[in-house]
């Protein structure tokens, strides 16, 4: 049986419409840089609204296009999606579309520059898309060529000037802005997390939160000036109120990381860093906040470069003795047994129970004016108790370092700063 020329040609078309293209950028000079996707209608007027939609993170992928089709041939469906640095968007067109070959990019009113393109038509109704990759940017254009249809512009990822300083597995964590060295430029401070922290950190193990310094040159592009990996607490420092850290804060001069944590008994901590205009360095300035019990009363312990001497911003290590006042050391040392660490105090301390956060559990809470005041200490019990005598201890309780049970428990110091 003879079909008719028109329904032959209708089904050659149908059958071309299935596939999927996959082009990458051959240009070397643009990898490892992050990319943006942004749908554009060409020749639409700068006043056109613009939706803008979060961006998702950066993986530092090829830019990718596929299209699929749904329905019938009476009424065909194309789903083309875009996917691009780790950003996936999905157009949906009421047409047929199929893959232009680079020879029919001229005659289509596509750029030479394209490396990609798609042709969608149905019923008079007719729509190009196109990608192209511009300064390391992977664009993909939108352009009608039916009658009737308005040109739409949406953006959904665009490319900020610190990703250029995020390291592949990390992500930002925050960003903070201001005049860092008093040269009246807008600087940066920039926080970055390992992608699985999550799975890779705990309070004994921390894994790194580097804070960058970035610096505003004369041409106005931030420059790395400093790099400290252990001054902002990990994602579980904070025990069950999580994740501790707070926030950033530049004013003047200084700068401040700001920490907040704990359980029964809270904690917060913020660590200032001051800029040397003649030395151009930037020094440890202040280290401290409060213990808070339950009741709400809190003590404030604060220390000062007056305590700890002139320690620069890239030596700081805040899981370390580095932060202790002078004399420490001999005072209190890690291993130190709990008669000796009350007999450096002068008289009998506080401490929290055991069993609880793991950053809390056996930290002192309170010196009761002894010499050790300022010092933040913790315990850990080394001997084997029966149940009934170490529940007594157990919890976020205060309890005295001279009962009873403490003193059989074996307790040695585990932390000093």
């Known amino acids: 049986m003879n079909l008719h020329p028109f329904r032959l040609l209708l089904f050659v078309c149908l059958m071309s419409l299935f596939f999927s293209c996959d082009h990458t950028n051959s240009d070397s000079n643009n990898e490892g840089q992050a990319t943006k996707v942004t749908v554009k209608d060409l020749g639409s007027e700068p006043s056109k609204k613009e939706n803008t939609k979060n961006p998702k993170k950066a993986t530092n992928e090829k830019p990718l296009l596929q299209i699929s089709i749904k329905g019938d041939d009476v009424s065909p469906q194309s789903i083309i999606k875009i996917t691009a640095n ?7 067109e009421n047409a047929a579309c199929q893959e232009l070959k680079k020879a029919d990019f001229v005659k ?43 040109d739409q512009t949406w953006e959904v990822y665009e490319k900020a000037e610190e990703d250029d300083f995020v390291p592949s597995g990390f992500a930002v964590l925050d ?74 804060v530049i004013k003047g001069n200084y700068f401040s990381i ?46 000062t470069s007056k305590d700890f001497g002139k320690i620069k911003f890239e030596e700081v290590h805040i899981y370390k003795e580095a932060l202790t006042e002078k004399g420490a050391k001999e005072l209190v040392k890690v291993g130190m047994p709990l008669d000796k660490v009350q007999a450096a105090n002068g008289k009998a301390f506080e401490l929290l129970g055991f069993e609880i956060d793991g950053y809390l559990a056996g930290r002192v809470n309170d010196w009761k004016g002894g010499k050790l005041k300022g010092k933040q200490v913790r315990f850990e019990v080394t001997n084997d108790l029966p149940i009934e005598e170490y529940q007594q201890i157990m919890g976020d309780s205060a309890y005295p370092s001279d009962h009873p049970i403490m003193q059989k428990a074996g307790l040695i110091v585990i932390e000093v700063k």
Request: proline share 3%; net charge negative.
């Open 175 to 248: 960003v903070a802005e201001g005049d860092l060295n008093a040269d009246g430029r807008k600087d940066m401070l920039l926080i970055l997390a390992e992608n699985n922290e999550y799975e890779s950190s705990d309070v004994e193990h921390p894994a790194a939160r580097p804070l960058l310094l970035l610096l505003r040159d004369e041409k106005g592009q931030l420059q790395k000036a400093r790099q400290n990996n252990q001054t902002v607490l990990c994602v579980h420092c904070g025990g069950v109120m999580g994740d501790p850290y707070s926030k950033m």
């Open 86 to 92: 780790g950003v996936e968007e999905e157009i949906t």
């Open 258 to 303: 700001e920490h907040f944590g704990g359980s029964g008994h809270k904690w917060t901590q913020i660590v200032t860093y001051k800029y040397d205009e003649k030395a151009k360095e930037w020094y440890l300035h202040k280290f401290g906040g409060e213990n808070i019990d339950p009741s709400g009363a809190s003590e404030e312990t604060v220390r």
């Open 108 to 150: 289509n009113d596509i750029p030479a520059k394209a490396e990609a393109a798609c042709f969608c038509w149905w019923a008079g109704y007719g729509v190009n898309y196109y990608v192209a990759q511009e300064n390391g940017t992977a664009t993909i254009y939108q352009k009608y060529t039916g009658e009737g249809d308005e």
